[in-house]
């Protein structure tokens, strides 16, 4: 969307639109991440632009609504890059060659971890570490020798899933703290009731999977 904005003159579109076009912000995510999002094979085949671009506006202007400041949005929406980009990669790094080279300290960036690391503003090298190394400590207390081994494949691909996954839950729940704080009333309109308050907050989409997953059923319950 931001690169959309940043090509596009068009000065008909709301205010959305022109802090995307005219945000720092904005601009670095798109040069951070517009060519691998753009490439994206989980991303590929979804709905019309057209459509995604009205979504993206929805949700931005919600966001804005619930309390959140435009840095903040670009922050969630830069988040959230990481957490495609490091799910993209993981089939990715299932490959015997791609865990090879990352043993062997090669530097190529075929499976994306120099963008999530820019995203996440983490040094690539310790993140990479981090995914390809495991850290065993030997011998006893007073003698304790730390050695790595490189991890196969598929831990690589499932250690990479899993922070992704991690990354996103952090963020739903942040968002989650956010939108109960700004729905609640002020303290001074609940003491006529002895301070008990109940909120309800509805989580509109997870019925529509065709196939729910324990997650969903503990979120909707």
């Not at 639109?17 to 590929?44: F, N």
């Not at 820019?118 to 993140?127: F, I, P, Q, S, Y």
Request: proline share 2%; glycine share 10%; with cysteine.
């Amino acid at each position: 969307a931001a690169s959309w904005a940043s090509t596009t003159p068009d000065t008909s579109r709301g205010p959305v639109w022109a802090r995307l076009r005219h945000g720092k912000e904005w601009d670095d995510l798109t040069h951070i991440c517009g060519a691998a999002l753009g490439e994206s094979r989980r991303l590929s085949g979804g709905p019309a632009q057209a459509e995604c671009l009205a979504a993206f506006e929805a949700l931005v202007e919600g966001m804005l609504g619930a309390g959140l400041r435009h840095g903040e949005v670009a922050e969630c929406c830069r988040l959230v890059a990481a957490v495609c980009i490091l799910a993209d990669g993981a089939g990715a790094a299932c490959s015997d060659a791609a865990a090879a080279a990352a043993a062997y300290g090669e530097s190529s960036d075929a499976d994306g971890l120099d963008i999530a690391a820019a995203l996440l503003r983490v040094d690539a090298g310790a993140l990479r570490t981090f995914l390809t190394h495991a850290e065993l400590s030997v011998g006893a207390a007073l003698r304790r020798e730390r050695l790595q081994r490189a991890r196969s494949a598929r831990e690589v691909a499932t250690l990479r899933a899993s922070v992704a996954q991690e990354l996103y839950t952090s963020l739903f729940a942040w968002l989650t703290r956010l939108v109960a704080k700004g729905i609640s009333p002020p303290s001074a309109a609940t003491r006529g009731h002895g301070g008990r308050l109940l909120g309800l907050l509805d989580l509109y989409g997870f019925e529509v999977f065709e196939a729910n997953g324990f997650e969903q059923f503990l979120i909707n319950y």
